[in-house]
């Protein structure tokens, strides 16, 4: 079931919405990067077309045009198509295909999946344990709250996990990896990505590439004092390092950095380490 806005007023949902997830994203400067975008684009909003689903469960299509989506209650199922496209999920567990252009889509309450297919795509997942795909193309992925799964696959993507335990992966391209708070699990994937944990006790992945993890926590403050917080780890999955041993020999204090040394131009830098906090306990290798 599905019917076009006929009126401003039925636009109105979606542009409150995402005018408080926008300045609400952006006062909290997770996503400073992504700000100057969504400003250029919030004017688009006036011109959309619009379509409303219903308290039950909806199938929403967009048209060759940019589109404004709404499934309100219901677990909705939502394809933008072409044209750069707004859409929001409301409550219940929602499905989200962005199609040809950057769109913006925001899942509010419920366990969503999303898409984002092609375009330099926006996808807030809300509250709830969403599953968010980026698709090709330089995406920014927040899982805001829950336990989300958020993979940024082709591009050069942005991936902030938000509040929850969280699983960010952030596929090809030079990517950037925040988990933000919780116990989040980040591999970077092939290319060159930075990695922040933030709060929680974090995991970090590397398997190739020149990766960098801004915040490892070893649970020693400079001055060789517990912090009280347990130390962070790292799994190791390349060719040719199968324990701590293989690992150190190809370890070096490089400034108040740690930089492991693999060939092929393949690096992991611990910024801020110093050598002597690191044990074997901090290290996995499959």
């Known amino acids: ?57 909806d199938k929403l299509n ?14 909705d199922s939502m394809s933008g198509g072409a044209g750069v496209d707004f859409m929001l999920g409301g409550t219940g567990d929602d499905s989200f295909w962005g199609g040809d252009q950057g769109d913006f889509l925001f899942g509010d309450s419920g366990n969503d999946k999303f898409w984002g297919q092609s375009g330099n795509d926006f996808i807030d997942g809300g509250t709830g344990n969403d599953t968010i795909f980026g698709g090709v193309g330089n995406d920014s992925l927040y899982g805001f709250y829950g336990n989300d799964r958020l993979v940024g696959e082709a591009g050069n993507d942005s991936l902030y996990g938000g509040y929850g335990n969280d699983n960010l992966l952030g596929g090809a391209g030079k990517d950037t990896l925040r988990g933000d708070f919780g116990d989040d699990t980040l591999s970077g994937g092939a290319g060159n990505d930075l990695m922040s944990g933030g709060w929680g006790h974090d995991v970090f992945v590397f398997d190739g590439g020149a990766d ?75």
């Open 62 to 75: 967009g048209t060759s045009g940019d589109d404004g989506l709404i499934g309100l209650a219901g677990n």
């Open 212 to 286: 960098k993890i801004i915040d490892f926590e070893t649970g020693l403050r400079a001055d060789g004092t517990e912090t009280g917080a347990p130390a962070e780890a790292v799994t190791i999955n390349i060719a040719g390092i199968d324990n701590y041993a293989e690992l150190m020999a190809v370890a070096d204090q490089v400034g108040k950095n740690i930089v492991f040394s693999f060939g092929g131009g393949n690096s992991l830098t611990l910024e801020g380490v110093p050598m002597g906090q690191l044990d074997a306990s901090m290290f996995d290798f499959v």
């Open 1 to 57: 079931m599905m019917h076009h806005a006929e009126s401003a007023s039925r636009k109105e949902p979606l542009m409150a919405t995402l005018s408080y997830r926008y300045y609400a994203v952006t006062y909290a400067d997770m996503l400073a990067d992504v700000a100057d975008t969504l400003d250029a684009q919030m004017d688009r909003l006036d011109s959309l077309n619009g379509r409303t689903g219903t308290m039950g469960n």
